[in-house]
């Protein structure tokens, strides 16, 4: 089944949700990187999130940002997501691999850390754009954005976010999220009944792994008098870098720097962290961009 974004209300629109479902999108993101398991659940998760919030933007220059710094051996974990939805991320360390926990579940909290913070930052084409952080609650992602939306944008949110792999291949079975958030003067019995469902929602990726329907799955959720479907999209991993934001990078650097990248190295090769396509610059190349008036 292809990716899906489905987005709604609840108990006559008091309650808004979006949904996922991303294997694809972290399938993709498991090549890019050759993330280890662990590294594909952890980054994955991420994903998800970040293409659910970005699913809400409006226009083609916004974007949403999250960096996890949780001080573990996977080092930080960046996603940026733009209209469309379309996202992005990498992690610092893609190939660490950690030993399964004590219940056989993958260890993202270890993976990620527990000792820092999640940053997330939205550009929506203002002046200037909101950064808004948290301290991480357990490092194991759902539970820190639920954390980031109540203690910043001051937005009580039920969050789950689920990768399953296969264990020997680590081959990407199942990747989904739901994002349930009340909406001003929601009625707290309203609120009392998502949260009755606490229970049920964790079996979201197990099922849409063997194959189930989003939509079917919500509804199993909430009788479908309770749910309204307001929107449908199709996330994607799609990496926006150009060889004209590579040039701009080498401009920004200042005309020293790029005089002394000419005089000792003769070239410039310029990677991309998220997709890692890789950019050369010959020497006329930077010559040219420096009379184009590199640090202006």
Same mark, same amino acid.
């Given at each position: 089944?292809?990716?899906?974004?489905?987005?709604?209300?609840?108990?006559?629109?008091?309650?808004?949700?979006?949904?996922?479902?991303?294997?694809?999108?972290?399938?993709?993101?498991?090549?890019?990187?050759?993330?280890?398991?662990?590294?594909?659940?952890?980054?994955?998760?991420?994903?998800?999130?970040?293409?659910m919030m970005s699913s809400q933007l409006k226009n083609d220059t916004d974007s949403v940002s999250a960096?996890?710094?949780?001080?573990?051996?996977?080092?930080?974990?960046?996603?940026?997501?733009?209209?469309?939805?379309?996202?992005?991320?990498?992690?610092?360390?893609?190939?660490?691999?950690?030993?399964?926990?004590?219940?056989?579940?993958? &260890?993202?909290?270890?993976?990620?850390?527990?000792?820092?913070?999640?940053?997330?930052?939205?550009?929506?084409?203002?002046?200037?754009?909101?950064?808004?952080?948290?301290?991480?609650?357990?490092?194991?992602?759902?539970? &820190?954005? @639920?954390?980031?939306?109540?203690?910043?944008?001051?937005?009580?949110?039920?969050?789950?976010?689920?990768?399953?792999?296969?264990?020997?291949?680590?081959?990407?079975?199942?990747?989904?999220?739901?994002?349930?958030?009340?909406?001003?003067?929601?009625?707290?019995?309203?609120? &009392?009944?998502?949260?009755?469902?606490?229970?049920?929602?964790?079996?979201?990726?197990?099922?849409?792994?063997?194959?189930?329907?989003?939509? &079917?799955?919500?509804?199993?959720?909430?009788?479908?008098?309770?749910?309204?479907?307001?929107?449908?999209?199709?996330?994607?991993?799609?990496?926006?870098?150009?060889?004209?934001?590579?040039?701009? @990078?080498?401009?920004?650097l200042g005309r020293e720097d790029l005089e002394e990248i000419i005089e000792e190295d003769g070239q @410039?090769?310029?990677?991309?962290?998220?997709?890692?396509?890789?950019?050369?610059?010959?020497?006329?190349?930077?010559?040219?961009?420096?009379?184009?008036? @590199?640090?202006?």
């Open positions: 089944m292809s990716d899906q974004i489905l987005q709604g209300l609840l108990k006559n629109k008091t309650i808004r949700f979006a949904a996922i479902t991303g294997r694809e999108l972290v399938t993709e993101a498991r090549r890019i990187h050759s993330l280890s398991r662990t590294a594909t659940a952890a980054l994955g998760r991420e994903l998800l999130m970040v293409a960096i996890l710094s949780g001080g573990g051996p996977g080092g930080n974990l960046v996603c940026v997501g733009r209209k469309g939805p379309f996202v992005k991320g990498c992690a610092g360390d893609p190939a660490c691999e950690l030993p399964p926990k004590e219940n056989g579940k993958l &260890d993202v909290g270890g993976y990620v850390g527990r000792s820092g913070k999640l940053t997330v930052v939205r550009d929506l084409s203002m002046k200037e754009p909101y950064v808004g952080m948290c301290h991480l609650v357990s490092g194991e992602i759902a539970e &820190d954005f @639920a954390e980031y939306f109540t203690a910043s944008e001051q937005q009580p949110s039920l969050v789950y976010l689920g990768v399953r792999l296969e264990p020997v291949s680590g081959q990407v079975l199942g990747a989904g999220g739901l994002l349930i958030q009340p909406l001003p003067d929601c009625p707290a019995e309203n609120v &009392d009944y998502v949260m009755a469902k606490a229970n049920d929602i964790p079996h979201l990726t197990e099922r849409l792994s063997k194959g189930e329907c989003l939509k &079917d799955i919500l509804f199993s959720l909430f009788p479908q008098g309770d749910v309204t479907f307001t929107e449908e999209l199709v996330p994607a991993y799609r990496c926006d870098c150009s060889r004209e934001r590579m040039e701009r @990078a080498l401009m920004s @410039a090769e310029l990677s991309c962290h998220f997709c890692n396509s890789r950019y050369t610059f010959t020497k006329a190349e930077l010559e040219a961009i420096l009379r184009e008036g @590199a640090g202006a």
